[in-house]
């Protein structure tokens, strides 16, 4: 993914292009099992995708529940760019796409079902730390002329209650931009995320004179600190970048990481991580 995306802005794209084709290269692979295609399905066995975008002017768009297509930040991006609205849901969302175009795909691969049909036997449903390993794709970009974008597409939490929605498709929790200050991104358990409006807080950090590390580090603090919470049984990771290119990653538990491209070198790196 970010290698697409870094090749989309050498050749001078937009940053909104580069994070939307990268979320594509992940929704596309069916071995990426929280993602796009192949994502694992909701207990009923259904894949329900849940995406957002947010582009340098503050304008965004997303997508909620969307089964039977693939690409969810495609369509995200269409109904910001192409419909009076920001966000759409279920049946509706996919009659926008086939108005679109888009074809009606399977999104239940065989490993999936397997999978869940394993699932099924004991049907225990609780979070697990750092399947997050690989969970909801965020990326955000800064292009040439230093404008900067995000995106987050995900297949949300395993196994969820059908209907259940996390926080990659609410702009502010899953993903926030503020063009002047930066953007950040979530993964890991949304239902934590959303209690904190987590993107939002680490753009408001950074525009509040903290670095992107230390307000990623300040949204986990916020979580961990809460009454009662049981943060050692959830993992939560984000990812944020400001105006002159600085990035930072900080997570609850060890497992998260971030891929960064930069000065021609696509390089992972193990995020910092609280724990407690
Ligand atoms: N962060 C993805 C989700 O909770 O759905």
Redesign the pocket.
Known sequence: ATKKAWDLLESGSSSLDAVEQGCMIEEADVNNQSVGKGGLPDRDGNVTL?ACIMNSKGDCGSVVYLKNITHAISVARKIMEETPHVMLAGVGAEKFAYSLGYKKEKLLTDKSRLDWLDWKLKSEYKPIINIENH??IGMLAIDKNGDISGGCT?S??AYKMSGRV???PIIGS?LFIDNEVGGAV?????EE?VKTVGSFLVVELMRNGYSPQKACEEAIRRIVSKKNSNYKDFQVGYIAINKSGETGSYSIHDGFSMTKYENNLNKTFKSNYYSG
């Open positions: 849940d969970d909801t995900t949300g939490l996390g926080d990659s899953g979530a993964t890991g358990l949304g995320v």
